[in-house]
């Protein structure tokens, strides 16, 4: 079975910390990805990476920004956290084939105060 | 960024009720697939479908990749109140490996 780990399921951070969110996957995937999940909203991509050191923007890095340097794992920082970046943060990953499906962690919840 | 079409936002149906949703686009897709996402959790995958017309189950669920490649449809048969949570669909066009997402239905089942 695939699995994609987050490393915490809740963080309560306050205004202005540096934030950092991990995710490890197990399958060798060349794909990792980071979203944001907000009510009506939907998932929206933040970040991607295709391989080791690549990174890729998605539809709102800004205030975000992520490192890969091992295969396995995807760190997303966040640089001086706000209020409008509490959400939940969901961690996916795939193999780079066109039609694979991606996989995703259990996510975190983050409440900046 | 694109986002594929699934409404109503929301659907309650009785227990034992079959119910289907479907999930539209104005581009084609090569690969459709159906995640469920629980409270308090990541959406986990479903079904994944590769080829247009393609017909797939799984369990009480079926899944179909429209003719068209612009659109899919889940079925669930016999509901039970642990089918709630919000079905999301998604598509892939081959061009890169990022999915496109529908917002999600959220299913209520009431017993």
């Known amino acids: 079975d695939v699995k994609v780990t987050q490393s915490s399921r809740y963080l309560v951070k306050r205004t202005g910390e540096k934030v950092f969110l991990e995710c490890v996957q197990d399958?060798?995937?060349?794909?990792m990805f980071w979203y944001r999940q907000d009510p009506g909203l939907g998932l929206r991509l933040i970040y991607f990476?295709?391989?080791?050191?690549?990174?890729e923007k998605g539809d709102i890095p800004e205030g975000y920004s992520v490192s890969r340097e091992k295969k396995e794992r995807f760190s997303l920082i966040l640089e001086s956290a706000s209020t409008n970046q509490t959400s939940m943060y969901l961690c996916?990953?795939?193999?780079?084939?066109?039609?694979?499906?991606?996989?995703f962690g259990q996510g975190t919840r983050l409440t900046v105060v | 960024g694109q986002q594929l079409n699934q409404s109503p936002q929301s659907m309650f149906i009785q227990e034992g009720e079959d119910v289907s949703m479907n999930c539209t686009s104005s581009s084609i897709f090569n690969t459709w697939l159906w995640y469920k996402q629980e409270p308090g959790e990541g959406p986990v995958l479903l079904i994944a479908l590769y080829k247009a017309g393609e017909l797939t189950s799984n369990g009480r669920l079926t899944a179909q990749f429209g003719i068209t490649r612009k659109d899919s449809f889940l079925n669930i048969s016999a509901s039970i109140p642990s089918d709630v949570g919000i079905y999301f669909c998604?598509?892939?066009?081959?061009?890169?490996?990022?999915?496109?997402f529908g917002k999600g239905i959220t299913l209520s089942v009431r017993p």
């Open positions: 996916a990953s795939s193999f780079s084939h066109r039609y694979t499906e991606a996989f």
């Open positions: 399958m060798d995937h060349e794909n």
């Open positions: 990476s295709y391989d080791v050191k690549m990174k």
């Open positions: 998604a598509g892939l066009t081959g061009a890169n490996s990022k999915l496109t």
